[in-house]
């Protein structure tokens, strides 16, 4: 994809070239008259400009690299700013002085660190991740807001359900949320913002009920505060040494609710579906695109010999895998916009999952959509016809445009062949 420049006014040009190319050492005469030290602002760091031109303009990423000028992502296309290109002696002195020695050292031993990185006095929260390729450094961090936003505000909501809902009837996401134990997983590509919304649902149960929440994560985005539930936050590489360890330990600190991160490997995913048996409402993220291809990512974990008792597994503690990917607004105000699929976990989906007819599960989403669920074609119709997103970028993410097509003149198509 093309980029495009973003000319930073005058000042924060001056301002952010200071960053890349540091002002030559004053004379006597300005250093004599300069004020003692003690009365001097305390400066923040050189990388802080260029965070703080994300945050003025809204981006959701910064991007760095050896070679080109400072970038950022704005409603999902990178744009270069108009500066000079930044050398790898940049690079170092803009992290190596805000990074922890801990980071320092996985940068140096592994070629890539993720840590959090705070501005100000917890004015904005980058999710950053330092790493080498050809052997020069770049950077990618993600701005995360510091507050928690519920779901209306994220516009986590399915316009035909609401029609039908009953004044003071919970949304799917909030039925979700009153669930005691079981795994829900969030499902979608890297920025797709899955982090967000299990910030949202956990957000949710923290207003709401007396319980303990336990979070493993990567490094932390969202800081909590507690509200009538428990909140502790263990991030990796400074409160517990790794994964297997904090997986180990989390069913041991009486939790109601726990955050397991990414279903990355095996021992993640059984370690969550261990808690979940346990009596324990598991929260995790996959990289999958639906619901069906959600239990064939996490049956890939395993050996072909296993797969049959994982299945048994999943019917038992998994209650719903949610799906979303960000689309660009149509409304003033709004920089992108959830799409979604539900897949609540039902005695119809169970039985496909058991019978290991998974390619009939996007039926029986459509099916049950009164039950709460939906899928990617049919969220997108919604979401076109009450004026969030535009027709064309609707069609050209959904995965069936002409079921999608269709859909929009109000002829609606079901697969032959599925089981009743």
Same mark, same amino acid.
């Given at each position: 994809?093309?980029? $495009? *420049?973003? /000319? @930073?006014?005058?000042? =924060? %040009?001056?301002? #952010?070239?200071?960053? !890349?190319?540091?002002?030559?050492?004053?004379?006597?005469?300005? $250093? *004599?008259? /300069? @004020?003692?030290?003690? =009365? %001097?602002?305390? #400066?923040?760091?050189? !990388?802080?400009?260029?965070?703080?031109?994300?945050?003025?303009? $809204?981006?959701?990423?910064?991007?760095?690299?050896?070679?080109?000028?400072?970038?950022?992502?704005?409603?999902?296309?990178?744009?270069?700013?108009?500066?000079?290109?930044?050398?790898?002696?940049?690079?170092?002195?803009?992290?190596?002085?805000?990074?922890?020695?801990?980071?320092?050292?996985?940068?140096?031993?592994?070629?890539?660190?993720?840590?959090?990185?705070?501005?100000?006095?917890?004015?904005?929260?980058?999710?950053?991740?330092?790493?080498?390729?050809?052997?020069?450094?770049?950077?990618?961090?993600?701005?995360?807001?510091?507050?928690?936003?519920?779901?209306?505000?994220?516009?986590?909501?399915?316009?035909?359900?609401?029609?039908?809902?009953?004044?003071?009837?919970?949304?799917?996401?909030?039925?979700?949320?009153?669930?005691?134990?079981?795994?829900?997983?969030?499902?979608?590509?890297?920025?797709?913002?899955?982090?967000?919304?299990?910030?949202?649902?956990?957000?949710?149960?923290?207003?709401?009920?007396?319980?303990?929440?336990?979070?493993?994560?990567?490094?932390?985005?969202?800081?909590?505060?507690?509200?009538?539930?428990?909140?502790?936050?263990?991030?990796?590489?400074?409160?517990?040494?790794?994964?297997?360890?904090?997986?180990?330990?989390?069913?041991?600190?009486?939790?109601?609710?726990?955050?397991?991160?990414?279903?990355?490997?095996?021992?993640?995913?059984?370690?969550?579906?261990?808690?979940?048996?346990?009596?324990?409402?598991?929260?995790?993220?996959?990289?999958?695109?639906?619901?069906?291809?959600?239990?064939?990512?996490?049956?890939?974990?395993?050996?072909?010999?296993?797969?049959?008792?994982?299945?048994?597994?999943?019917?038992?503690?998994?209650?719903?895998?949610?799906?979303?990917?960000?689309?660009?607004?149509?409304?003033?105000?709004?920089?992108?916009?959830?799409?979604?699929?539900?897949?609540?976990?039902?005695?119809?989906?169970?039985?496909?999952?058991?019978?290991?007819?998974?390619?009939?599960?996007?039926?029986?989403?459509?099916?049950?959509?009164?039950?709460?669920?939906?899928?990617?074609?049919?969220?997108?119709?919604?979401?076109?016809?009450?004026?969030?997103?535009?027709?064309?970028?609707?069609?050209?993410?959904?995965?069936?445009?002409?079921?999608?097509?269709?859909?929009?003149?109000?002829?609606?198509?079901?697969?032959?062949?599925?089981?009743?």
């Amino acid at each position: 994809m093309a980029t $495009e *420049a973003v /000319a @930073p006014s005058a000042t =924060e %040009a001056a301002a #952010a070239f200071s960053v !890349v190319a540091a002002p030559p050492s004053p004379g006597p005469e300005a $250093e *004599a008259s /300069a @004020p003692p030290p003690a =009365e %001097a602002k305390k #400066a923040e760091p050189e !990388v802080n400009k260029l965070f703080r031109m994300v945050m003025k303009y $809204e981006g959701s990423d910064l991007h760095l690299k050896v070679g080109q000028p400072p970038m950022m992502r704005l409603r999902g296309v990178i744009r270069r700013m108009e500066m000079r290109p930044l050398t790898q002696e940049d690079m170092e002195r803009l992290f190596f002085s805000v990074m922890k020695e801990h980071y320092l050292k996985i940068l140096r031993d592994t070629g890539g660190a993720d840590f959090a990185y705070i501005i100000g006095d917890d004015e904005c929260r980058f999710r950053v991740n330092l790493f080498y390729q050809r052997g020069k450094l770049s950077c990618v961090a993600r701005r995360v807001s510091n507050k928690i936003p519920s779901f209306e505000r994220l516009g986590l909501c399915i316009p035909d359900h609401d029609k039908i809902r009953k004044p003071g009837e919970p949304s799917v996401f909030e039925r979700l949320c009153m669930l005691d134990q079981g795994l829900i997983l969030l499902a979608g590509v890297t920025g797709s913002g899955k982090s967000t919304t299990i910030a949202a649902m956990l957000d949710y149960i923290n207003e709401r009920e007396p319980v303990n929440i336990v979070t493993l994560e990567d490094p932390i985005e969202y800081v909590f505060t507690d509200k009538k539930a428990i909140i502790h936050q263990r991030e990796i590489g400074l409160d517990v040494l790794n994964w297997q360890i904090g997986l180990k330990h989390v069913v041991r600190e009486d939790p109601d609710v726990i955050l397991v991160g990414e279903m990355r490997d095996r021992d993640t995913f059984e370690a969550a579906i261990n808690a979940a048996e346990t009596g324990h409402l598991v929260f995790g993220t996959i990289h999958a695109s639906s619901g069906p291809s959600t239990i064939g990512r996490i049956l890939d974990l395993f050996p072909a010999d296993m797969h049959h008792a994982i299945r048994q597994a999943m019917v038992f503690n998994l209650k719903a895998v949610i799906c979303q990917k960000l689309l660009p607004a149509l409304k003033p105000g709004k920089g992108r916009v959830p799409t979604l699929e539900v897949m609540l976990v039902n005695p119809i989906i169970k039985e496909l999952m058991i019978k290991e007819e998974d390619k009939k599960i996007a039926d029986a989403i459509r099916i049950c959509a009164q039950e709460g669920m939906v899928d990617f074609n049919d969220h997108l119709r919604q979401l076109v016809e009450n004026g969030e997103i535009d027709r064309a970028v609707a069609l050209e993410v959904a995965p069936n445009p002409e079921a999608l097509k269709m859909a929009l003149k109000g002829i609606k198509v079901m697969q032959a062949g599925f089981v009743s």
